[in-house]
């Protein structure tokens, strides 16, 4: 009992897009007409981007109690270079973690994707509440119970035990966007890979995998960005200073006695957090925003 | 900042989940078999290559990691340090006591220290203290919070002293004496109003957090204290900052307040930016925390004194943290080698005072760093003088330095709005220690 299959074929990914937004470029209106399209768009770029460029800028400024007091210069970043096990080494830990995550996430929803999309079998919706239940339950609830469950399995305080969570976590949206990312392929499109003599397993790879690759790309962007950036679930898995991630080692550098935040660390960290994220962003976003609207046309 | 509402009410929850655990662990009493220093092992315990864990808060991390390089470098035991966050370091310890995974050593803020060794966290040292032939001269505000029905757990790791600060330029340009900072709470007053009068842009007497209940605490405890009266009795449960010497630090903060001579930006401060307009120069004379001594001199020329009580006097909080023994370490007597060794002339000399750190012994005060720079001695002595006090209470967290805590509604009215509340507010002071 596959989802209906589309009576007309889905569009090819990329041949209509451009039509969908008609394009004023070449040849369009005069100039005039398209200003408020900019000073909208301007503005809101300016929105968004200035609270990083701001905190790029106050990271090598000059500020009283931080470790750039006079002049400009890259004080916060020795400070940052400086802490601890040093930015390098929490950085790799950061990596390590998150590219795990995305490779545990990518593979569990692309096969339970594609079983919940294409097969049936007994229990097959009740399983698919049940993966969307870890949803359901405020994740730092689960926190402590996995924290002596994962000491039983020897499993604590390693980067992989804080993958396996992180994944676990990841699981409800990932499968959620996988099924619905194979239910938007045409039935058609695989029936006919089987009936050429491919297996089920041959079918996924030869045809179905490229098929939903902007459902990966978005599947894959998030447990990433997650993984990247989370701070609670390291925070109470990982006690050894050697294997804390970058948000953790930024969150103790910033804290100084009586409360005080040495901001200039801080806007340091960030910085060095957030350019990975960008970077990725800005290399995978013609994919990811596929990947929203494969969801989207399949209503 | 770079939290969201979502992982702060995050941690609340796993806070209030931990919390649970120590509860229960509480319940169940000290009923594991906690580990002792066996007294065979002499009084510096064993030095046989163990590797030990040491955990401790995020502000400290300077001062611990200074410790331990020192310790490593020149023991067979290697010491682990572990860093974290300030606000979860509660959570990760409720946590780990729960599941028996405590490392072999962890500070802790002093404050917090009758609580956990009420729960039975640290290992008994008393007998080991005792054995110390530096015993008697040890910080006895952080000893007194480390006690409980008579045993010692905890010894002083770093010191967190609050001194008078004072910026010696605008002072200058005020016409007051760049040497010489205020002596009595009047004093304070006519100083802070004095380079108030300068009337410069953006700059102003004085400056406090009117939002942090730590700070007040940090800052204004001493000035009772100093005027020889008590902010609680004895056991903790009740408040005293009704009293006539409290009563007057108020008086001066609000006269400072109408006057126009405190921060505006002192009204909403949680704690984070509280000493920011001093290190940028704008600030004539505030309570500040010691530590921050050499940071501060880098943009300002900063003057150290006691902070006084109404009549004089001199007087300081003993913060920072106490370290103990967990009750899960498996070598205790290696764990012990390194607290002995924190008390020694060479940790605390050779390592913390050459950094500019206040020994926790008083027969080190004056030592060959703090000769070099008398603002050092002051701090150090003031650190060991008859009216500085470590406060301690089981509720102290609830009662004062919690957001919204009865302390905060209390002081907040006393400077900004009905003075009138005093008594009632303070009742709800000693509602919240007696819980």
């Given at each position: 009992m596959s989802a209906p299959a589309p009576a007309r074929p889905a569009p090819?990914?990329?041949?209509?897009r451009p039509d969908a937004v008609p394009s004023r470029g070449r040849g369009g209106p005069s100039p005039w007409s398209r200003t408020p399209t900019y000073v909208l768009t301007g503005g809101l770029v300016i929105i968004f981007l200035f609270p990083l460029i701001w905190a790029g800028v106050a990271s090598v400024s000059p500020q009283a109690g931080t470790a750039q007091s006079e002049g400009w210069g890259l004080g916060n970043y020795e400070t940052l270079v400086g802490y601890q096990a040093g930015v390098g080494r929490y950085l790799l830990n950061s990596t390590v973690v998150s590219g795990l995550v995305v490779v545990l996430t990518l593979g569990v929803s692309l096969l339970g994707g594609y079983a919940f999309a294409r097969f049936s079998f007994p229990g097959k919706d009740l399983l698919f509440l049940l993966v969307l239940?870890?949803?359901?339950?405020?994740y730092a609830t689960l926190l402590i119970p996995l924290y002596v469950l994962l000491a039983q399995l020897g499993l604590q305080n390693s980067l992989v035990g804080l993958a396996l969570v992180l994944t676990m976590f990841q699981l409800p949206f990932a499968t959620f966007m996988m099924r619905i990312s194979f239910e938007a392929i045409p039935a058609e499109l695989e029936e006919s890979a089987l009936v050429d003599g491919c297996s089920t397993f041959g079918a996924l790879r030869r045809v179905l995998v490229p098929a939903v690759k902007p459902g990966l790309v978005t599947v894959g962007l998030f447990a990433f960005l997650a993984a990247w950036n989370d701070f609670i679930t390291p925070l109470v898995l990982i006690t050894d200073s050697n294997l804390m991630p970058l948000p953790l080692a930024v969150a103790n550098m910033r804290q100084q006695v009586m409360g005080i935040v040495d901001y200039g660390a801080t806007q340091a960290g960030v910085t060095v957090l957030a350019l990975p994220c960008v970077l990725l962003f800005l290399a995978l976003q013609r994919h990811y925003v596929r990947g929203f609207m494969s969801g989207a046309l399949k209503g | 900042m770079t939290t969201t509402p979502r992982t702060r009410r995050a941690r609340r929850l796993v806070a209030l989940l931990a919390t649970g655990a120590l509860a229960g662990l509480t319940a169940c009493g000290s009923g594991g078999t906690a580990p002792t220093v066996s007294s065979d092992a002499g009084p510096e315990g064993v030095d046989d290559g163990t590797t030990l864990t040491l955990w401790t808060r995020a502000p400290l991390e300077a001062q611990a990691q200074l410790l331990v390089d020192a310790y490593n470098e020149s023991h067979e035991n290697q010491v682990e340090l572990t860093i974290t966050p300030n606000d979860d370091y509660v959570t990760r310890v409720g946590a780990a006591a729960g599941s028996g995974d405590l490392p072999d050593l962890f500070a802790a803020d002093i404050v917090y220290v009758p609580n956990w060794t009420e729960a039975g966290l640290f290992a008994d040292i008393t007998d080991k203290i005792a054995e110390l032939p530096e015993a008697g001269s040890i910080n006895q505000g952080h000893l007194d919070a480390g006690t409980y029905e008579d045993q010692q757990y905890v010894l002083p790791f770093v010191l967190d002293l609050s001194v008078m600060f004072w910026n010696k330029d605008l002072y200058r340009q005020a016409g007051l004496d760049p040497e010489q900072g205020p002596t009595t709470l009047a004093e304070y007053e006519e100083q802070a109003l004095a380079v108030q009068a300068l009337d410069q842009e953006g700059v102003y007497g004085t400056a406090f957090g009117g939002n942090c209940g730590g700070c007040g605490v940090f800052t204004w405890f001493p000035m009772v204290w100093a005027s020889g009266e008590q902010v609680m009795d004895e056991a903790g449960t009740e408040s005293l900052l009704d009293g006539d010497a409290a009563t007057e630090v108020y008086d001066t903060f609000r006269t400072l307040q109408e006057a126009g001579a405190v921060t505006p930006a002192s009204r909403d401060e949680t704690g984070a930016t509280w000493v920011a307009d001093f290190q940028e120069g704008r600030v004539g004379v505030m309570p500040y925390p010691a530590t921050l001594l050499q940071g501060t001199s880098e943009t300002v020329d900063v003057g150290v004194t006691p902070i006084p009580g109404v009549d004089g006097g001199a007087s300081t909080f003993v913060g920072g943290d106490g370290i103990g023994i967990s009750k899960d370490s498996e070598a205790p007597d290696a764990a012990w080698n390194f607290l002995s060794w924190l008390m020694s002339d060479e940790a605390q000399v050779e390592v913390l005072a050459a950094n500019d750190v206040t020994p926790a012994r008083t027969d080190l005060a004056d030592n060959e760093f703090a000769q070099e720079d008398p603002r050092v001695q002051v701090i150090n002595e003031v650190a060991g003088a008859a009216d500085s006090r470590t406060p301690f209470a089981p509720n102290f967290q609830q009662a004062f330095n919690a957001p919204g805590s009865p302390w905060v509604t209390l002081f907040r009215n006393q400077v900004y709005g009905d003075a009138g509340t005093l008594e009632q507010d303070n009742e709800a002071i000693t509602e919240a220690l007696s819980q």
């Open positions: 090819p990914p990329s041949s209509r239940a870890i949803l359901m339950v405020p | -």
